[in-house]
């Protein structure tokens, strides 16, 4: 008997109680992927079609809100700049997390121990708690006039989590492989590269996923930090093109929604397990 | 794991290979950045908090505690901290609950629950932009998908214009957010749930037949560690990131009843160009979130160094 049975009583398939449980769970369900659906189907519709029709599917799937949206918006633009920042903000996530993972796990040096705390503090203190004052930092090294700024606060307030989830990657293999190498005559940085690395790569490929739900998706620190629209990202973008200008051509707002949505929806499909693996492992 | 090292004869290359150096190296990067991008934040706001500066000019008045007690005589200021407070009591108790019953409910590994799952966790990867869209649409009051829902099942005098007054506003967004969030903490609950050995039911259920019971002595109690992590991640979100969605949503309207703290510190900086009064709040923001999480977090750390 799986403990769960505890709870669903599934030994007796079919109860009332285990219908009951799936109506609310078929409940839930819809409260959250019903929004999801409308807003894709109403991106396909026009706008006297909504007000005729707002819940049903569409008649024919309208392509020409998307093209509005790609045409009539820079969204091209954001979408580059959120390439930009997503791919050099993941890249020093990812080295910095490594080197500082690998070091708290498998060094035994005396500070670590504060390190790591410092490391967890970094990850539950919301930076935007600091917007204010970062916004004045980033003016005063300069760096107001570019993504940089975005990129690195995005790197400090990821640190924290990249560095704890690599820390427990790194702990999970055993030393032997280590030893082996040593044996070979690899230094330290060979020995993370060649042997390290290849062995943590589902661990560092789950903290890349992750990251990039963050960096993909972070919409009010580009807001404040970007000075101007050239440099949005497509969060920011999204609600300063989108919103309140197209209020009177709704489908046109979620032609938006689906274009800044769909590269999230293509990892989640595939690699929805990793997600949930990346959220296990940082809780614990 | 020093062997790692050995092999070098002087003292000079035993120093370069000691632990402690090569540690601190590799650790190196990381604490850079956060010291400019972490504790530079820290350092500007106490410094800017002293004086008064409107953002762009060259002079800074030195005013000392001036800006701090501006804003503990400021009304606005103790509204938004009310409203912050509501907010995260809010979302404790729409998401946490829920999340805690569909965990226990879903933790079975058939294909069925896995696709509720995914079902129920799907909003968590979308842009906090795309969903304030989403949801602004979705609360409209004359052309909102929910409103016409309500009439359509006859429910005309429910139809209200949720963000638009003050008594509905900042409850419509706290659902939204429990729309958003509440897959997350499901996802923690439901690990927590999957690394309790089954010998404590076991021995629970020749104990009692209370489903209740087994709940409150053997689940709960269980599930500590996640429940206090739930409670970070929900604290630092209702003082952190829900800004930015509440921002985006209302912006802290109608009549202040969804001005965060967060917002308030932004629209003093930026509309009413008082930085200086602005960092006084950001530093007592961080006050109070740094005293409230620093007993979870050594909590969690010490836990996770012994392990």
């Known amino acids: 008997m799986s403990k769960q049975d ?59 809100n998307y093209i509005r949206a790609l045409t009539d918006t820079p969204i091209v633009t954001f979408l580059i700049n959120s390439i930009i920042v997503t791919s050099a903000a993941l890249a020093l996530i990812l ?10 796990a498998r060094i035994p040096f005396n500070s670590s121990r504060i390190l790591f705390v410092v490391f967890i503090m970094c990850n539950v203190v919301p930076i935007y708690v600091l917007i204010i004052p970062l916004f004045v930092l980033i003016n005063l090294i300069g760096l107001s006039d570019s993504l940089w700024g975005l990129i690195f ?91 309140g200008r197209y209020t009177a051509n709704w489908p046109v707002m979620a032609a938006g929604f689906s274009l800044c949505f769909l590269p999230t929806l293509i990892v989640f499909m595939f690699a929805q397990d990793k997600i949930v693996a990346g959220w296990t492992v940082s809780s614990k | 794991m020093n062997n790692h090292f050995v092999n070098s004869s002087s003292k000079w290359k035993q120093f370069l290979h000691s632990p402690n150096l090569v540690g601190w190296l590799l650790c190196m990067p990381a604490l850079g950045i956060l010291g400019l991008f972490f504790l530079g934040p820290v350092l500007v706001g106490l410094r800017g908090s002293f004086y008064e500066w409107d953002g762009a000019s060259p002079t800074m008045t030195f005013v000392g505690l001036n800006n701090y007690i501006k804003v503990f005589q400021a009304d606005r200021f103790w509204n938004a901290m009310l409203i912050n407070w509501l907010a995260f009591f809010g ?41 304030g869209l989403l949801w602004s649409l979705v609360y409209h009051p004359y052309r909102g998908p929910l409103n016409k829902l309500l009439i359509a099942i006859g429910l005309k005098s429910w139809a209200l ?6 008594n509905t506003a900042l409850i419509s967004l706290i659902v939204a957010t429990a729309w958003f969030y509440f897959g997350f903490h499901m996802i923690i609950f439901m690990a927590g749930l999957a690394s309790i050995p089954e010998e404590c039911f076991e021995a629970a259920m020749l104990e ?37 969605f509440f921002y985006l949503m209302t912006l802290g309207g109608p009549g202040g009843s969804t001005e965060l703290l967060g917002i308030y510190m932004t629209l003093q900086a930026f509309l009413a160009n008082l930085f200086g009064y ?21 909590h969690v750390a010490r836990e996770r160094l012994e392990y």
């Open chain 2, 91 to 131: 979302t404790l108790l729409t998401q946490m609950p829920l999340a805690l019953f569909l965990a226990i409910g879903l933790s079975k590994k058939t294909r069925i629950m896995k696709v509720y799952r995914s079902a129920i966790f799907t909003p968590r990867v979308i842009s906090i932009a795309a969903v």
């Open chain 2, 161 to 166: 214009g949720w963000l638009g007054e003050p």
């Open chain 1, 153 to 243: 606060s995005y790197v400090a307030m990821r640190i924290g989590l990249s560095v704890v989830l690599m820390r427990s990657f790194f702990r999970s293999i055993s030393s032997e492989m280590e030893d082996a190498a040593k044996i070979d005559g690899c230094n330290l940085l060979q020995n993370i590269w060649y042997v390290m690395l290849p062995i943590a790569r589902p661990g560092l490929v789950v903290t890349a996923i992750i990251n990039y739900i963050f960096l993909w998706n972070e919409y009010f620190l580009a807001t404040i930090i970007l000075s101007k629209q050239a440099l949005f990202t497509l969060p920011p973008g999204l609600a300063a093109a989108f919103m």
């Open chain 1, 95 to 104: 080295f910095v997390s490594t080197l500082a993972g690998y070091a708290l």
């Open chain 1, 6 to 64: 505890h709870y669903s009583l599934s030994r007796k398939k079919f109860t009332l109680r285990s219908l009951l449980h799936h109506i609310f769970y078929i409940l839930v369900s819809t409260a959250t992927l019903g929004p999801l659906i409308w807003i894709i189907l109403l991106s396909f519709k026009t706008s006297r079609e909504y007000t005729a029709n707002p819940f049903g599917l569409p008649e024919s799937f309208f392509l020409g």
């Open chain 2, 278 to 298: 602005a960092n006084a709040i950001s530093m007592v923001t961080l006050f109070i979130v740094g005293i409230v999480l620093i007993w979870p977090v050594m």
């Open chain 2, 208 to 244: 009692t037949n209370s489903r209740l019971d087994i709940l409150r002595y053997v689940t709960l109690p269980m599930l500590r560690e996640q429940l206090l992590i739930s409670f970070v991640f929900i604290f630092g979100g209702a003082f952190g990131p829900l800004m930015g």
